[in-house]
């Protein structure tokens, strides 16, 4: 390669933008972690020059050529997909005319404002006005990018999250689950044993932090490149070699943090695992929000709330609140108070069966508010009318019911079907981790996680973004993603 | 003024400069406090990119004709100094090309890396040759520097930290210094009592962190706008409504660390009181490094470290520790215990009376540097002769001598003058301070700093950079900045 070509110059650029990146993450880890409250209107309005530096990196017009111009050089494969990344980011910000990414941007803020006020007064009246305004803006880069792509409107946002991925194809996916969750919910509610009392607390916050140390040391995460804070809502960030998960604590309740602090450490393994060699390029980042979500829930949902894992952490745990030798520290109590599955109405507070409801009735409502079938007037009676069909109980208002997920509210659409494409992908990883290597369950039985995460990094931190998605799973577990591992999963956790 | 005029866009380009610089900042912190060891590799070229983006702004082409056209337009008083300040920054970072803006900064990363090794060695020798390549550029950028402002290559240099500064007027006030200081110190060690025992530790860092900030909020810091945290080395930093400070703590002396907040809330101070309508612009800095030294030291050395806050102090100090009624947890015992002058080899461990003899010694080899009278082979004979006749004492290496600090070694020439310029304005401050408020001491007695930093902010923190240092002395102190009020503060504290 030699070191004038467009593409050389390309990956230059595309190095500063990630330093850029990087740095925009720090500031935002910082916003939600450090950062003293009156510091806030001057913050926001930091970041958004710095959001808008680094979007006008990406949109120089001398991207396009030198995108094009590097088409027509000799590229490996990994240079190939590189370049297939670039462009993607390139299209995706270039797409929307400077005017209506202003407005999109403004509407976002608008609306998510009132919504923090209108969400505990569960009045949708007062947002309502706001969303359209924001739904109607979405619906116009909806539309642009989807003629940029050549795909409908929803797919052109849903691309945004899921590079490739087509509601086509998720259909099929969340129409089995769909049609697979009603029936076993009945039966898996019906044959559950009454609910065991776990240990009561007050579980103090330093022992518990102390505790989620622990584990994610025991984990193989390497606090010489991360860290672990708190912060309101859970999160993973971070930069280059410093992966950041944050937690919150309830003092009556400490495996909520935990099994947060340990779902947060997938995604961490994810980030610090991603090929070295491709670091600051396009091609060297995580693959997907889905893919993401499938890394943070195979490590807890598959691993981590397994009966092995829980029989290995009661101890641990009777230990660090120095409660060793009461009774309820046991590791079938942890077991079974984790178990309980339970309609709900909020979906952070889902159990894993129920989960998946909750996802399949958001895709479907912001499926149907981009293909022209809702309109906001009509959101809230259509959401109840899912909850109704998915899970059989109708919130009593809109808190709990449509305005509980800031998602929408900011302008998030198209990004909801991750986490449960990230669950069944996580079924499915584990399933192959497993049949790979026989000990893998009695190592995670051990407090031994390096098994899992050598197959993960050869398989899935290392890749980057070479592949696609659907080519990632494929390779590493020899079939294209569906939901059968997941529900026989589900099956054998649940009624065996 | 019309809002397409040149001065309007000027004054937009640096507000979004300043979001920059202050991200830069908070990254800085960041590296410094809270950033996991192994993510420095990737932050040093993270920022590095941030770095080079920030100085593009500056000297974009525009900015030249955009300075030449606003001098033209009709500005108030504070809008021409605006533009006075823009036209400094301006003419700093652009008068020096830009293959000598990278050498240097890379020689002064590898001199400073050589040093870090060289000076526990007390290895003068083994950073010899990087310091003189240092130097060498550092002489380079001087005379530019020194062709565009009209001034001698060490004025320019001080200019970068202390606008308008010139050495004819630092050697009158230093030299003066000089003259007075072996004599007072003479005396003061003559007369000094024996020393005093001050209470034991171990003193328990949360226990420390707690007085701090108990102590901070007395004297009015906002938590809402600023934080506390622990570093390697103190300092003080942040963005608008975002003062962060920190601190290092010893569990063998409590005071040491007190001491230390205390001075950097000084800092932050100066800072959370500049003039919020003037906030991003150049006008609405802190004025320089000298000036802000007076504002860490008029709080710490005139303020907290008087007879009356220490009486204050004795109790509080007494109960955060659990000590309340064991000896020596009096005013009297941690006033004398302060209150010890003795000559020493490190600056960074000096007292109020044998500080300032530090910096005359380096500033008069730096002037001698850059003067053509001196070269890096001579500097520890030098640095010797010069303690014998300031300080009367000899360091056995050059640990404890010329490779103590590591200013010079990172390329940092003429900045340390701000240091003793900042004691000797903090003393003319308080003084003026006292005469203008009588129950100024008392208030402080009582723990009571409004009065002190009302003053402050109206003569010093409100007026930003819109007068030179020499105008703000004599405008809040009604004289021009000389040593004699320093000199009695001295003989008052040590000698009465």
Same mark, same amino acid.
């Given at each position: 390669?030699?070191?004038?070509?467009?593409?050389?110059?390309?990956?230059?650029?595309?190095?500063?933008?990630?330093?850029?990146?990087?740095?925009?993450?720090?500031?935002?880890?910082?916003?939600?972690?450090?950062?003293?409250?009156?510091?806030?209107?001057?913050?926001?309005?930091?970041?958004?020059?710095?959001?808008?530096?680094?979007?006008?990196?990406?949109?120089?017009?001398?991207?396009?050529?030198?995108?094009?111009?590097?088409?027509?050089?000799?590229?490996?494969?990994?240079?190939?997909?590189?370049?297939?990344?670039?462009?993607?980011?390139?299209?995706?910000?270039?797409?929307?005319?400077?005017? @209506? %990414?202003?407005?999109?941007?403004?509407?976002?803020?608008?609306? =998510?404002? /009132?919504?923090?006020?209108?969400?505990?007064?569960?009045?949708?009246?007062?947002?309502?006005?706001?969303?359209?305004?924001?739904?109607? !803006?979405?619906?116009?880069? +909806?539309?642009?990018?989807?003629?940029?792509?050549? %795909?409908?409107?929803?797919?052109? @946002?849903?691309?945004?999250? =899921?590079?490739?991925?087509?509601?086509?194809?998720?259909?099929?996916?969340?129409?089995? @689950?769909? +049609?697979?969750?009603?029936?076993? !919910?009945?039966?898996?509610?019906?044959?559950?044993?009454?609910?065991?009392?776990?240990?009561?607390?007050? *579980?103090?916050?330093?022992?518990?932090?102390?505790?989620?140390?622990?584990?994610?040391?025991?984990?193989?995460?390497?606090?010489? *490149?991360?860290?672990?804070?708190?912060?309101?809502?859970?999160?993973?960030?971070?930069?280059?070699?410093?992966?950041?998960?944050?937690?919150?604590?309830?003092?009556?309740?400490?495996?909520?943090?935990?099994?947060?602090?340990?779902?947060?450490?997938?995604?961490?393994?994810?980030?610090?695992?991603?090929?070295?060699?491709?670091?600051?390029?396009? %091609?060297?980042?995580?693959?997907?929000?889905?893919?993401?979500?499938?890394?943070?829930?195979?490590?807890? #949902?598959?691993?981590?709330?397994?009966?092995?894992? #829980?029989?290995?952490?009661?101890?641990? +745990?009777?230990?660090?609140?120095?409660?060793?030798?009461?009774?309820?520290?046991?590791?079938?109590?942890?077991?079974?108070?984790?178990?309980?599955?339970?309609?709900?109405?909020?979906?952070?507070?889902?159990?894993?069966?129920?989960?998946?409801?909750?996802?399949?009735?958001?895709?479907?409502?912001?499926?149907?508010? *981009?293909?022209?079938?809702?309109?906001?007037?009509?959101?809230?009676?259509?959401?109840?009318?899912?909850?109704?069909?998915?899970?059989? /109980? %109708?919130?009593?208002?809109?808190?709990?019911?449509?305005?509980?997920?800031?998602?929408?509210?900011?302008?998030?659409?198209?990004?909801?079907?991750?986490?449960? @494409?990230?669950?069944?992908?996580?079924?499915?990883? *584990?399933?192959?981790?497993?049949?790979? /290597?026989?000990?893998? =369950?009695?190592?995670?039985?051990?407090?031994?996680?390096?098994?899992?995460?050598?197959?993960?990094?050869?398989?899935?931190?290392?890749?980057?973004?070479?592949?696609?998605?659907?080519?990632?799973?494929?390779?590493?577990?020899?079939?294209?993603?569906?939901?059968? /591992?997941?529900?026989?999963?589900?099956?054998?956790?649940?009624?065996?």
């Amino acid at each position: 390669m030699p070191t004038n070509s467009a593409y050389t110059e390309l990956a230059d650029r595309f190095a500063r933008m990630a330093h850029f990146g990087d740095a925009l993450a720090i500031i935002d880890w910082d916003t939600q972690t450090m950062m003293p409250d009156g510091a806030a209107d001057y913050r926001a309005a930091q970041t958004a020059t710095l959001r808008a530096f680094h979007h006008q990196l990406l949109t120089d017009p001398a991207i396009r050529s030198l995108l094009d111009a590097a088409e027509g050089e000799t590229l490996d494969d990994w240079q190939r997909a590189n370049l297939n990344e670039m462009r993607r980011d390139w299209v995706h910000a270039s797409a929307i005319p400077g005017r @209506l %990414v202003e407005a999109h941007s403004r509407a976002a803020s608008a609306c =998510e404002q /009132i919504w923090r006020e209108a969400r505990p007064a569960a009045d949708f009246a007062k947002v309502k006005p706001a969303l359209a305004e924001l739904l109607r !803006l979405t619906r116009e880069v +909806a539309a642009i990018k989807s003629q940029v792509l050549g %795909v409908s409107p929803y797919d052109a @946002l849903l691309d945004q999250f =899921e590079p490739g991925a087509r509601a086509a194809d998720i259909d099929l996916l969340f129409d089995d @689950l769909a +049609a697979f969750l009603p029936g076993f !919910l009945a039966e898996v509610t019906r044959r559950q044993p009454a609910p065991v009392v776990p240990p009561k607390g007050p *579980f103090p916050i330093e022992r518990q932090r102390a505790l989620g140390v622990k584990m994610m040391e025991a984990m193989g995460f390497d606090f010489r *490149f991360g860290r672990l804070d708190t912060s309101r809502h859970p999160f993973s960030s971070g930069a280059p070699d410093d992966a950041r998960i944050t937690t919150r604590y309830d003092e009556a309740d400490f495996m909520r943090s935990l099994m947060g602090v340990l779902h947060e450490t997938g995604h961490a393994f994810y980030e610090l695992d991603l090929p070295k060699e491709w670091r600051g390029q396009p %091609v060297g980042r995580a693959r997907s929000t889905g893919m993401h979500e499938s890394q943070s829930l195979i490590m807890e #949902m598959q691993a981590c709330r397994s009966k092995g894992f #829980m029989a290995h952490l009661a101890p641990l +745990a009777a230990e660090a609140f120095g409660r060793t030798g009461e009774p309820g520290w046991d590791g079938a109590t942890l077991w079974a108070a984790n178990m309980r599955v339970q309609p709900s109405f909020i979906r952070v507070d889902a159990d894993e069966v129920t989960y998946p409801a909750h996802i399949i009735l958001r895709y479907r409502l912001e499926k149907a508010l *981009f293909g022209g079938a809702l309109e906001v007037d009509e959101l809230p009676a259509a959401w109840n009318k899912g909850m109704k069909e998915l899970l059989g /109980i %109708v919130p009593p208002d809109d808190r709990l019911g449509c305005l509980q997920d800031i998602h929408w509210y900011g302008g998030g659409f198209g990004y909801f079907p991750g986490y449960t @494409l990230g669950a069944v992908t996580a079924a499915q990883f *584990f399933d192959a981790a497993r049949r790979a /290597i026989p000990s893998l =369950e009695s190592a995670i039985a051990r407090g031994d996680f390096a098994p899992l995460r050598g197959w993960l990094a050869t398989h899935v931190h290392g890749v980057g973004s070479r592949y696609s998605s659907a080519e990632i799973v494929e390779h590493a577990t020899g079939r294209t993603l569906d939901a059968e /591992i997941f529900k026989s999963h589900l099956r054998k956790r649940y009624l065996s």
